[in-house]
């Protein structure tokens, strides 16, 4: 089996009205930049979007955003993020190439997306329900590496967002540290880099495709300068991982 090749994209911020900017940005802009950087290096096996998919859960917006996603060269599996409506998303959104759905297998990895989604609230949880359905899905995964793809961070990670992180977070961990063969987590939210290991995961939060927020504790919300991102992983059959953070070098979008 060959290596998996995965794109990870987040918090994109589209919204309904053509030219809407966040932080002085035109996120459908950036985004379609970052599409199109990602559409001329390596082509991926599979995209991951991991929420904060556009910035009001309207219809429009699924509407703008859903033609970019078309045009990545693989399938794209998303999940809400705090900005979300996963039912706009299952009816506008989905479709094509893009899926809104709980899991993917490729090759030798199996990956889970969770939806930490909590209706109206910036924080993310995931509750008894949603923990037993991840503990099901991990052990009845037969691929030997498993990845956990999610919109909020393992709060606290240091981050200034970390109020607003997975409140339940211990809880998640704690199913984690049952199944041996979760190699990797990776999520969004947070608007910059993350990279930890622990128990043997390792945890990557990946930057914004439009703004980026300064990752020091006491800046809360304050925007970097820093241009739209994504991350590029592969995944080995043993169970290794390389991955990297891709800046979009022209930000003037």
Request: proline letters at 9%; a negative charge; charged letters at 20%.
């Amino acid at each position: 089996m060959a290596a998996l090749h995965v794109v990870q994209i987040t918090d994109f911020h589209i919204r309904a009205e053509p030219g809407a900017r966040s932080g002085g940005r035109d996120t459908h802009a950036t985004l379609a930049a970052v599409i199109d950087a990602i559409a001329a290096g390596p082509a991926p096996d599979l995209v991951l979007a991991t929420g904060d998919l556009v910035d009001d859960a309207s219809p429009a917006s699924y509407g703008r955003l859903a033609p970019l996603l078309r045009r990545l060269p693989a399938p794209v599996h998303a999940i809400p993020g705090n900005h979300d409506d996963p039912a706009a998303m299952a009816q506008h959104l989905a479709g094509g190439n893009v899926h809104v759905g709980p899991c993917v297998a490729a090759g030798a990895w199996h990956v889970v997306l969770l939806d930490t989604l909590v209706p109206g609230e910036p924080h993310g949880h995931l509750g008894p329900e949603r923990l037993a359905a991840l503990n099901a899905a991990l052990a009845a995964a037969t691929e030997p590496h498993l990845l956990i793809a999610l919109h909020h961070p393992p709060a606290p990670i240091g981050s200034p967002l970390d109020d607003v992180g997975l409140m339940d977070a211990e809880a998640l961990n704690a199913v984690l540290d049952r199944h041996q063969r979760v190699r990797a987590m990776v999520w969004g939210h947070n608007h910059h880099i993350h990279d930890s290991t622990r128990n043997g995961v390792r945890r990557l939060g990946t930057p914004s495709t439009c703004i980026q927020f300064d990752a020091r504790p006491e800046m809360g919300f304050t925007r970097t300068a820093e241009p739209p991102a994504w991350r590029r992983l592969t995944l080995h059959e043993d169970g290794s991982l390389e991955t990297e953070v891709c800046w979009l070098t022209d930000a003037a979008v």
